[in-house]
């Protein structure tokens, strides 16, 4: 009985899962959305993933050093976030995503350009300040787009969306690597993820809502 109720769940859960992603694709604002929050998304978890294994290898930096490294990511991510909360109050979070998105494509350029291990801390540490806004206006953007009887289910979809396609970053950042046998070529593949989800998000439309009725978009006017 356990089984069958475990199963039936199951059923239920992609039967549901599949009506949301059908709703969304008839929301073309919100679907484009997520797929590209998807993208670059892809692409931030993989300069975490493999940020520090690009370190050690091309710069030669110890076990210590990774994990300091590490440490700066993560904490000029929050310096970032807390300094763009006001550039998304003023701007929106679509502009503040795209500028966000704008500095880590320039700062991660120069991260398989620079020689010197000194510069990779600093290019590090600025990278990083792009990482927070990045993560943080996704999110208000998600609340302004998604209809707000349908927050939860959407902000679900959104989750699904950071995390179903996180081994395509890896994976193509691995062939790459195979291939040129360059951690540097490697590495710049995630920025085509970041100008993938650029190029997406610049053609938004941030001012229009879903209609759970109809396929039609509404226009959200100055206060939402």
Known sequence: MESESAADAVREGLRQLGKTIVDVGRQRHLARFLIAHMLYIDGLNTLFAFGG???????????ADVIRFGILLNVTAGLGAFAFAWIDDWLGPKRTILIALFGLITFGLAAVMVTGATAFWVIGAMLGIFVGPTQAASRTLMARLAPDERQNEMFGLYALSGKATAFLGPMVLGTITYWTDSQRLGMATILVFFAAGTWLLYGLDDTAIG???????QQVRDGL
């Open 53 to 63: 294994i690009y370190a050690a290898g091309t710069f030669g930096l110890n076990m």
């Open 211 to 217: 209609d759970p009725e109809d396929t039609d978009h």
